[in-house]
């Protein structure tokens, strides 16, 4: 039997039935294509009445039962089928796809199941051929995994048999509607009001940041906040897989990669990005993450005049960080001593920005930690802020405090001379 939505019609017709509607009104949009989103909605759903209308005599649903076979025939036909429901719930931060008939979400930090499932795998494969289509994306035999964006700006990571063993998988981290604020993350627990000066000055102080942490740590949003500290007038070019940053300033340029044609030509990845940037007259280059040989070209970008570039990158601590740095820049192919790369981040990098996503789902600023100098041949970490435990509570909620050292960066009289006198209580003095 089907959900209490659906009263004592058996799931076999209801489908049946969806699939009918589903059908006939496929057709018509293949006859007489609307030209706009809104003339689609409107055709739909006046051919879903007139389709309905022609067998409502047979079934002898009720009115509640009729609207939640319209919602669902309209999630088939405009939205994203099962999911589309889970896409409108603001408390659902990710939902996971394991195959056609396991759907899990995440909500407030922890993991829950869904009771929402697909017919079978074709299903699921159109509705992950409706994300990636607009974008002229793809998945196939030749292209098992792909990253996309929907609509309203949530990302995408889909990957299809046989990399994926049970089934097509697909994972969507929901993009908040209302960008978060730094008063907001604050009283989340996340930064303090000192972390938020701070970085309100070193940004503006055109300091080169570098965002770590695990992965669903906050560090996209984190950068999404401290990007809003840029002054207008600067010319940003900001550089993702799937684009998701926003920016409010006025002159942002935003860029994207591109996956190869059929023909496995027409690909344009991060490093071909970042390189093109550089030709773009920018004043800061903002790249949502790195992962490969691109790491080198920002490192030379932020030692030959652009200063104030900010990115992220997946890191278990800040010193974790420096080694991916090293072994990323290293991808790019160069023959350069490992001494000589670690000079470019000892030079290139100020400020390393450390999230965690703790146990508890809480996302947290762990560590802050300045890029001094060189020590022999060792990139060396001062760290300004840290993230004390002190305890874990019964309900599993872990209790703690960012601290400042004491410390106060060797780059101090950098952001006073761009005006910011910082009090010593910011640093713990």
């Not at 659906?6 to 509607?21: A, D, F, M, N, V």
């Amino acid at each position: 039997m089907t959900t209490s939505k659906r009263g004592p019609l058996s799931l076999e017709k209801y489908e049946k039935i969806k699939l009918y509607l589903i059908r006939e009104i496929s057709h018509n949009l293949d006859a007489a294509p609307p030209q706009s989103n809104e003339d689609l909605h409107r055709k739909i759903e006046e051919w879903l009445n007139e389709t309905y209308a022609g067998i409502e005599k047979q079934l002898s649903l009720t009115e509640s039962q009729r609207e939640h076979l319209f919602s669902e025939t309209l999630a088939e036909l405009i939205g994203f089928g099962p999911i589309q429901p889970l896409l409108a719930e603001p408390d659902i931060s990710e939902i996971m796809i394991a195959g056609p008939y396991q759907i899990y979400v995440e909500r407030n930090g922890k993991l829950e199941d869904t009771d929402a499932t697909f017919a079978d795998e074709a299903h699921l494969m159109r509705i992950i051929n409706r994300i990636l289509s607009p974008l002229g994306r793809r998945v196939d035999i030749d292209n098992l995994m792909a990253d996309a964006r929907l609509p309203d700006g949530s990302r995408v990571n889909i990957a299809i048999p046989p990399v994926a063993v049970d089934g097509p998988c697909v994972t969507i981290r929901k993009f908040l509607e209302s960008k978060l604020t730094m008063e907001q993350i604050i009283e989340l627990g996340t930064a303090t009001a000192h972390m938020a000066e701070f970085f309100e000055a070193c940004v503006a102080t055109r300091l080169n940041i570098l965002i770590t942490g695990n992965t669903s740590s906050g560090k996209t949003t984190l950068l999404n906040i401290l990007t809003g500290y840029i002054p207008g007038d600067e010319r940003i070019i900001t550089i993702e897989d799937a684009a998701e940053l926003k920016l409010n300033q006025k002159y942002v340029v935003r860029m994207e990669t591109k996956m190869p044609n059929v023909d496995g030509i027409g690909g344009v990845v991060t490093r071909d990005l970042v390189r093109n940037a550089l030709r773009m007259r920018p004043d800061r280059i903002v790249v949502g993450e790195v992962r490969s040989g691109e790491a080198l070209d920002m490192l030379q970008a932020m030692n030959t005049g652009h200063d104030g570039s900010l990115t992220t990158l997946h890191a278990n601590s800040p010193r974790d960080a420096i080694s991916r740095l090293e072994t990323m820049a290293m991808m790019a192919g160069l023959d350069m001593p490992l001494s000589a790369l670690r000079t470019q981040i000892a030079s290139a990098i100020d400020l390393i920005i450390h999230m965690e996503r703790l146990s508890d789902g809480s996302r947290r600023i762990t560590r802050v930690s300045e890029v001094p100098r060189m020590e022999g041949n060792i990139v060396t970490l001062s760290d300004i802020f840290v993230f004390e435990r002190t305890y874990t509570a019964p309900d599993g909620t872990i209790h703690g405090e960012m601290k400042a050292t004491g410390l106060r960066p060797i780059f101090s009289p950098r952001l006073k001379a761009a005006g910011f006198t910082l009090t010593g209580d910011v640093f713990g003095a």
